[in-house]
């Protein structure tokens, strides 16, 4: 048991997805460690603000954060001195809990229906479609230079600030396209109100399940998963470290936890350990050559 109670940075704003799964652990662990564990929301600096400090904090176990692509894959690449910390070097990674998929969807007045018929649209009238994204160096925006790079393909980038407005000028018909994330995104698609294409990920989404990924529909290489996980500072104790991947993997195989991140708009894919590692540092290098060669800044 650890010294005292854990704190679990939330590197956001209380509310979101994000702070609401991680609420969730925050339970679940509590009710295994026999004291609380208790949520601490630091937001600001896209996440760096609070990732900072218990990257700078005390290494005893008492003290974690709950991380995401963002704060440790695309901050170092994309704002001055990666936020103040290296997201590799300065962190032990737990577990990777969820991933947040990212889904190409179109206006319904579209003339494409299939991914392979966008991509002839794409190929007809090259730099003509407008793709939408929730801002300069967001994960959406990142997906779109990923897919560019990975198809040769050209759509102008459209930067909103946030999902709503983005939705907006998409269901508007005035944007074609977007790579929006499930929660922005399912309601809009069961209603029939946007057309959803294929799923940016590895694996299909089990919200749109007849969904093919990018790479079934004939563009490989695109897979740009979100994706929320549990990090240590550098330096604590490899039992605690053990005692937190067993307790994430005890959750993550309850079906009410399972069937929460569901309804949150999250896909279950629980890595730990090596796994979790091997993948972070791929994904670190991925998003660092999308920047550099897309020449990407954020806002």
């Known amino acids: 048991m650890p010294p005292r109670p854990v704190t679990l940075v939330v590197p956001y704003p209380a509310g979101g997805p994000t702070d609401l799964i991680a609420r969730m652990m925050a339970l679940e662990f509590s009710a295994d460690l026999g004291q609380p564990m208790v949520v601490e929301n630091v937001g600001g600096g896209a996440g760096a603000i609070g990732t900072r400090r218990v990257a700078q904090g005390v290494k005893d176990g008492t003290q ?23 997201p590799i070097n300065d962190f032990t990674p737990i577990a990777l809990l969820v991933d947040l998929q990212h889904i190409l969807v179109v206006k319904n007045d579209l003339p494409a229906r299939t991914m392979p018929e966008f991509l002839d649209l794409l190929r007809a009238q090259p730099g003509r479609l407008n793709c939408g994204s929730t801002g300069q160096g967001s994960a959406a925006h990142l997906t779109l230079e990923l897919f560019r790079a990975r198809t040769g393909l ?138 550099r060669s897309a020449n990407v800044t954020a806002e």
């Open 64 to 86: 974690l954060v709950f991380g995401t692509n963002q704060t440790h894959a695309t901050n170092i690449s994309l704002i001055p001195q990666g936020g103040g910390y290296h």
């Open 154 to 291: 050209q759509m102008n980038h459209i930067a909103y600030r946030g999902s709503a407005p983005l939705m907006q000028d998409l269901l508007g018909g005035h944007i074609d396209a977007s790579f929006a994330t499930t929660p922005t995104v399912l309601a809009q698609v069961q209603a029939g109100r946007v057309r959803a294409l294929a799923v940016a990920s590895p694996n299909r989404s089990p919200h749109l399940p007849e969904l093919p990924t990018l790479a079934q529909a004939g563009v490989p290489g695109v897979e740009a998963d979100a994706w929320l996980a549990f990090f240590a500072p550098a330096g604590v104790p490899e039992a605690a470290i053990a005692r937190y991947r067993a307790l994430a993997a005890q959750a993550m195989r309850k079906e009410s936890v399972r069937a929460e991140c569901i309804r949150l708009g999250m896909a279950p894919n629980l890595r730990e350990g090596a796994a979790f590692a091997a993948f972070l540092a791929e994904d670190v290098q991925r998003w660092a050559e999308v920047v």
